[in-house]
């Protein structure tokens, strides 16, 4: 009743977001309940209401199936490779770029950096296709070096290795910025203070710069560790070929491959998507139920 | 204070700086080198390139003679402007009637914010998309799916709370009407953020390409990083070379491969420096709601 007040109340507002509403409905939600396939034989012609349930059928063929071990390993592998060498890097940059004094040099860097992130997956992979490539740029210092050249991304020993360098190059400009937003937010005269009581530069950024980035830290973590079940799949199956399935092939790839690009195994590649989206929302809720307890740091 | 310690670690701070400019904008240069150079000239020189080799503009020449580049980009234009224009308009609507205080605010707010961190998965979205919405092998299955990224809609949300409340009463006081105060008061204040939204929404839809790979079949649709993914990733210049002989088809390849990924970035290179700004705007908007 209040209800229906409110919105004769504000006609023009609700009306307003009326298309986004509509949008989220169609786009988000429908695609939610059309995951109930997962627990059906579903079949195209028949339709939603019409397919025969098959109830954990396709959950269970997929945890007895040979890919799971692998798809799931590779997921977690290259997440945590992500996490280990590619979360750091930004910070370690913006502290870094925070310390250039001169100014034109400094924005000059930033501006640089933040380059690669526009550029289209597209043309980033074809990039790393072909400096991989047997005569490429990457195989040409290492034959300066005195290694042997190789067809690098044809290797699945080299596939993770490439795939998180490059994450780090694409990324790490932009993902400094955050950082440095809060850094600019420091008081100069902490470090004024610091010096007279003769910190020097290490000591500063130690005990004023570092600290300082806790909180933004602590929240881009909880996203990080809520997405570790989760690897894009356009940078992969850009990337990969059969020879790398092994090390290449994560959950969101095989869905992909499966049940799209080679076989159309609707029912059973969106039970895994399912597993996989809930999985990543536990996460997210426990890395974000863990940080609050530690700390005032969380998401919501 | 120690000074020694302070002048060395700028020193290598900056060497530092200097090395992250040079590993990032090499790649690029590279590819403008090897884009001008000739292509057998370019397959008997693998390593780095520092000036083009037999300097020519013949791959440019091949590149601009495709009908399928001209298609390509074509189709993205349309994809661009229709597309970002159903982003602006979607989006101001929505951002504004998130910011106003209604009933349904918060709930609405949750159900959006819900599905950032939950998603049907991408087989029911095709299904969606291709089998019961009939969108197949149509552009607009590359406009509709994507006419709200929620977190341009915080992004927007918040720019519009800050819009100080006094403005839109007088506003209303002069009998404006919520659209009146949405298009005459609040959109000319947020300007800049409106920038930072089309700068996003329309870098996202130059560079899209997975939604046009799963729906689109028909080449004369194909949008330009479609086209980009044949020459580069699945390697066939093919339809380029018709009538070459297999030696030189490889040949020519190489170069046309360069010369590809420069027509199709130079739009964004060339207005990259001069709109960095706004980009870094957006981020620092959306910070805010941190």
Not at chain 1, 195 to 212: E, M, N
Request: hydrophobic share 50%; glycine share 8%; with cysteine.
């Amino acid at each position: 009743m209040r209800l229906l007040r409110d919105i004769a109340k504000h006609k023009a507002i609700y009306f307003m977001i009326l298309p986004m509403v509509l949008y989220y409905i169609i786009f988000k939600y429908v695609p939610m309940y059309g995951s109930i396939i997962a627990f059906q034989d579903f079949r195209v012609a028949k339709g939603i209401g019409g397919s025969d349930w098959a109830g954990l059928k396709h959950f269970i063929a997929f945890f007895d199936s040979v890919y799971f071990f692998r798809v799931l390993k590779n997921t977690l592998l290259i997440s945590l490779y992500n996490l280990v060498f590619g979360f750091p890097v930004p910070i370690l940059f913006a502290i870094l770029l925070n310390e250039i004094r001169n100014r034109l040099f400094k924005s000059v860097v930033q501006t640089v950096s933040y380059l690669p992130h526009f550029i289209s997956l597209v043309v980033i992979c074809g990039l790393i296709i072909s400096f991989t490539s047997r005569d490429g740029v990457i195989n040409s210092l290492i034959a300066f070096f005195g290694g042997e050249r190789s067809a690098l991304l044809g290797d699945p020993a080299n596939f993770r290795t490439i795939y998180v360098i490059s994450q780090i190059w694409q990324e790490m400009g932009w993902s400094s910025i955050i950082y440095l937003a809060a850094l600019s937010g420091i008081n100069p005269e902490i470090y004024e203070a610091a010096k007279v009581d003769g910190a020097g530069r290490f000591r500063q950024i130690w005990s004023i710069t570092l600290p300082s980035l806790v909180p933004v830290i602590t929240i881009l973590l909880i996203l990080r560790i809520g997405g570790m079940m989760e690897v894009g799949f356009e940078k992969i199956i850009l990337l990969y070929n059969p020879n790398t399935y092994e090390t290449a092939d994560v959950i969101s790839s095989f869905v992909y491959r499966k049940g799209l690009a080679e076989g159309a195994e609707y029912s059973f590649t969106t039970a895994v998507g399912l597993f996989q989206a809930v999985i990543n929302f536990i996460l997210l809720i426990g890395a974000n139920t863990f940080s609050r307890r530690l700390s005032d740091n969380r998401l919501w | 204070m120690a000074p020694f310690s302070d002048k060395a670690f700028n020193l290598v701070n900056g060497v530092v700086m200097l090395a992250v400019i040079v590993v990032t904008l090499y790649p690029f240069y590279y590819v403008l080198l090897a884009s001008l150079s000739d292509s057998n000239a370019l397959l008997a020189h693998p390593g780095l390139l520092l000036a083009p080799l037999n300097f020519n503009f013949d791959a440019y020449i091949r590149v601009l003679d495709n009908p399928n580049i001209w298609s390509g980009y074509l189709n993205t234009l349309i994809i661009l402007i229709f597309g970002t224009g159903l982003n602006l308009l979607l989006t101001t609507l929505g951002a504004y009637g998130l910011s106003r205080k209604i009933m349904l605010r918060k709930p609405i707010m949750l159900g959006i914010v819900f599905t950032m961190y939950f998603t049907g998965g991408i087989i029911p979205n095709y299904l969606l998309i291709n089998n019961w919405l009939h969108l197949g092998d149509s552009l607009l299955a590359l406009i509709l799916p994507t006419a709200i990224n929620t977190w341009n809609l915080i992004i927007m949300r918040t720019s519009f709370e800050a819009v100080p409340e006094s403005l839109i009463e007088s506003g209303r006081i002069d009998g404006a009407g919520e659209f009146g105060i949405l298009f005459r008061i609040v959109v000319p204040l947020s300007m800049p953020v409106i920038a930072v939204m089309i700068l996003y929404y329309g870098v996202g839809h130059w560079n899209s390409w997975f939604n046009a790979m799963l729906f689109i079949r028909e080449r004369e649709l194909f949008p330009l990083q479609l086209i980009l993914r044949e020459i580069l990733v699945q390697n066939s210049t093919d339809s380029m070379q018709l009538g070459s002989s297999a030696a030189d088809q490889q040949a020519i390849g190489e170069s046309i491969k360069y010369a590809t990924i420069m027509v199709a970035t130079l739009p964004i290179l060339a207005v990259y420096p001069f709109l960095q700004k706004y980009f870094v705007k957006g981020v620092m908007i959306g910070a805010i709601k941190e």
